[in-house]
C-alpha cells in the first residue's frame, strides 16, 4: 500500500500507461510543488503557513523513494528546482519569517 503522497500520486499517473510508477516519480513531485502556493479560495478557506508547510513535507519524502539514492534530481531537502533548502522542521513558529520562497518575476 502506498505510503506518501508522491508514491500515490506516481502510481495514479502511471495506472494504464504501462510503466512502473517510479517512472512517474519526477512528474508527480511537480505536480505537488505546483500546490505549494495555494489559490485565492484556498487562501481564505484556511492557514497558508500549515498549507505550505505540508507541501514542503510531501516533497521532502521524495529522498526515500526508489531511484533517488546516487541520483536525487532535486535533492532532499530543497524546493523542486533544487535551489532553496527545506526547513528540518516544518512546523511554523514565531521566530521571524523562519523559511521564505522567494519568486522572481521572469521578464
Known sequence: MPTTLIERLARHLAAGAG???????DR???????MK????KMSRA??????RAMIDAALRQRAALPGTKDEPPMGAGTDEEGEAALP???SPSDDGGGWVQFQQEKQ
Open 19 to 25: 510503466v512502473d510508477w517510479s517512472q512517474r516519480i
Open 46 to 51: 484556511g492557514d497558508e503557513t500549515h498549507w
Open 88 to 90: 528540518d522542521d516544518p
Open 28 to 34: 508527480a513531485v511537480g505536480i505537488i510543488a505546483l
Open 37 to 40: 502556493t495555494p489559490d485565492q
